[in-house]
């Protein structure tokens, strides 16, 4: 009986090694273009029989493919290996109040079909029917093969307490403990669900190597962030960080969502452009461009209370700040303006080259929400 025990553990032991290595090697081609056996054995210490197992065990998988051979040094010109991106792919979906935003990517952060339909967000069973619904629609018009699909993301707008499996607070769709049982049990396909914010900030430094730390700012309905340092995400301690929309900016200012007064929300929202003259920012912005006196006097304004957030985000973070949500593909066209605002209140001088903008605009938190699934199957 002893015997047994051990030879079980040992067995254990080899595949927990076996997996290790498997997802070494997936990640070293992930990372890797054309690699060949031997760039792999040595760059992970790996014997060659150990890589040659692995690789014919992902091709036969459709994950990676013989991508070409490279020149030889005598003998037989070496052949290299790729990984495949759309042997996998992942959806997204992210939910706003008054719209739901699907985006398919793969292993790559590709995105191949993306779309944005007009639906309420009620706390109710029969949205989530809805939901469902809108899902399948969207991945029949995109000829999704079932079988390559990893599972779906959801990001949503508010605190997400995953220890509890609840969302526990989102001023902007208006709700308080919303078990997130609720989202899934009409999806399909395995679900995970986060923080919008947090999942924007999270696709936009998936492949930013030459970015350790940053702040991404995001700014819709709501005005959320993300913290990152040495490439991860940081949470707080209890998942509430990166609440920039809810700092105060103006003592006893404006009411805002939370309940409370001044905050940053309050004054840099896109509610704040749009309301109560237009339907959305396009329009606001359409306006801005034939010279509306208004809507220029109200962008003006907007800028100022703007340029002070960023800048204290800045003086506590000293790090890049990344401008995202639905604001980013409007206010690059005004970026002059914005970093003329920043320099004047810039305590340390210099010009804030530290600002930039997203690279997947409005569709950032539905493509961090898809990631979600690929960062587990590259890591499990």
């Known amino acids: 009986m002893q015997r047994f025990s051990m030879k079980r553990v040992y067995f254990l032991n080899n595949l ?12 070293f081609l992930y990372s890797n273009d054309r690699a060949t056996k031997q760039n792999i054995a040595e760059a992970l210490r790996l014997s060659m029989p150990t890589v040659s197992l692995i690789l014919k065990d992902f091709e036969k998988r459709g994950l990676v493919t013989k991508s070409g051979t490279l020149k030889s040094s005598g003998g037989r010109k070496p052949m290299t290996n790729s990984l495949d991106y759309g042997a996998r792919l992942s959806c997204g979906i992210e939910i706003t109040q008054k719209h739901l935003r699907f985006v398919i990517i793969d292993l790559g952060e590709n995105v191949l079909y993306y779309k944005r339909t007009r639906q309420f967000f009620r706390s109710e069973d029969t949205y989530f029917q809805t939901l469902a619904d809108n899902l399948t629609e969207f991945l029949n018009e995109s000829h999704v093969d079932p079988n390559k699909l990893l599972g779906i993301g959801i990001a949503v707008p508010g605190l997400v307490n995953p220890a509890s499996d609840i969302l526990e607070y989102s001023p902007t769709l208006h709700v308080k403990n919303l078990p997130i049982d609720s989202m899934k049990k009409y999806l399909p396909y ?4 986060d923080n919008e914010a947090n999942l924007a900030g999270f696709a936009e430094i998936w492949k930013m190597d030459e970015t350790k730390n940053a702040v991404y700012l995001s700014i819709n309905k709501g005005v959320g962030g993300a913290i990152i340092t040495n490439n991860q995400l940081y949470s707080g301690a209890n998942g509430h960080s990166g609440e920039f929309g809810h700092m105060t900016i103006v003592r006893d200012g404006l009411p805002c969502s939370c309940g409370k007064k001044g905050c940053f929300e309050a004054y840099c929202s896109t509610k704040v452009l749009t309301e ?4 959305d920012i396009e329009g606001f912005f359409d306006a801005l461009e034939t010279e509306n006196q208004h809507c220029r006097q109200k962008w003006e304004t907007y800028l100022d ?3 002070t957030g960023i800048n204290n985000i800045r003086i506590i973070f000293d790090s890049d700040i990344i401008i995202g949500g639905e604001i980013s593909q409007y206010i690059q066209k005004y970026s002059d303006v914005l970093v003329n ?14 600002l930039h903008f997203s690279r997947f605009n409005d569709k950032a938190s539905a493509i961090g929400a898809a990631l979600l699934h690929i960062n587990s199957f590259l890591n499990s």
Request: hydrophobic share 30%; proline share 8%.
């Open 341 to 354: 605002k920043l320099r004047l209140i810039n305590s340390f001088g210099g010009a804030p080259d530290y």
């Open 276 to 279: 109560p003259n237009f339907d």
């Open 305 to 307: 209370y703007l340029s």
């Open 16 to 27: 927990q090694v076996r997996d290790t290595n498997r997802n070494r090697i997936l990640n």
């Open 190 to 193: 395995p679900v995970q669900v």
